[in-house]
């Protein structure tokens, strides 16, 4: 791996470095973005005029508050043209659209591919076209730098999805190792793992930008089940019980995967030895949070319970069949009384409150319960045995 590519915070300050110039060369504010409308640097200009607080329209104020835009927004944009332009690209205002003032969009290229975009306000009389053509001349040299991380970012990834997917010790042993020179002094801190899932996208150009993602160093996509993708993000953390970064983290994520997704954490480590059980452990705590509304969206492995070992169980096995016909259709609402009363710890009282019905008709449903499942309640075995299947039967 190139040394030059690594992803340093000196690099980020190049990034303002330059979109600073671009500002002082245009005498307006430059904002920089990455091919997917996330915020990389913000350039303020100091004029001796006062700043227009117009400029500040919808779309450029989430821009810079979020550090992204929506789909949206991005679509409107793209509709100028401005992934296939070469030279500056100007854009007149819509209201309608958010955008009160005009915008002139300087694309952002290497080796012929665009990697982001440098946006500025229009204005009358606006930028002359020597200026623009010294800005473009600015944009070659952010485009070097995108290049680079974008390199370094493929890298990172193919590097972290070899660790997790390993299925032999030595393979994974050497995949850690590869992994451990790529993030240098970074690969002996505290971290921890989450997963995300299910991902709506195997393809690695549809996955967020890790500097969109605060604390993350690594991030891949890694099958889920037959058809399905996760994605996995390796975050660092300053304390081992503080997972606020993790969480923060996979709440961002979670907005890109939609309503149908749930995000899992695992426990805190220092260095990469364990990252195949630290991703075994978040990939549980997702499944359980997918199986179990309550501990969602985001739950962490340390929360999930009894999940915990039924995660760790081949899925064939968490699927008893003591639990086949009270799992049908029918007899629904059979087994939702089952599940509440084992998680009443078998108090019939706070049964019958939990589910708003009364203690005979209660008492009713359990007696249906014994003669579907051949299973005795009052027996303790018995009841393990039922509650774990239903748990199980939810994953």
Known sequence: MRENARVTPELRGDYQELVDEISELLGAPATLENRDFELIAFGAYDSEGDLDTTALDPVRTRSILTRRSTRTVRTWFEGFGITRATGPVRIPPTPEAGVYRGRICLPVRHRGVVLGYVWLLDSDPGPTERQLTAAMDVTVRIGALLADEAQHGADLSRELRAVLVAERDWQRDMAVAELRTALGARADGLHTVVCVAPWPSADPEDAPSVRTVPGAT???????????????????????????????????????????????????????????????????????????????????????????????????????????????????????????????????????????????TLYYRLSRVEHLTGLDLDDGEDRLLLHMALKGARL
């Open 218 to 360: 690594a991030l891949c996509t890694v099958p889920w089940g037959a058809t399905s993708q996760s994605l996995a993000l390796l975050v660092r953390l300053r304390s081992a019980d503080v997972l606020t970064p993790a969480t923060s983290a996979a709440g961002r994520l979670l907005e890109r995967a939609g309503a149908s997704a749930a995000g899992g954490i695992a426990s805190a480590r220092a260095g990469l030895a364990e990252l195949g059980v630290a991703w075994r452990e978040a990939s549980a705590a997702a499944r359980a949070a997918l199986a179990e509304p309550r501990l969602g969206p985001v739950a962490e492995w340390a929360h999930i319970g009894p999940f915990r070992l039924l995660t760790s169980l081949p899925r064939e096995v968490a699927q008893d069949p003591v639990v086949h016909a009270l799992l049908s259709s029918a007899h629904r609402e059979l087994a939702r009384t089952a599940e509440v009363y084992l998680d009443c710890a078998g108090q019939a009282g706070r049964t019958a409150a939990e589910l708003g019905i009364h203690r005979q």
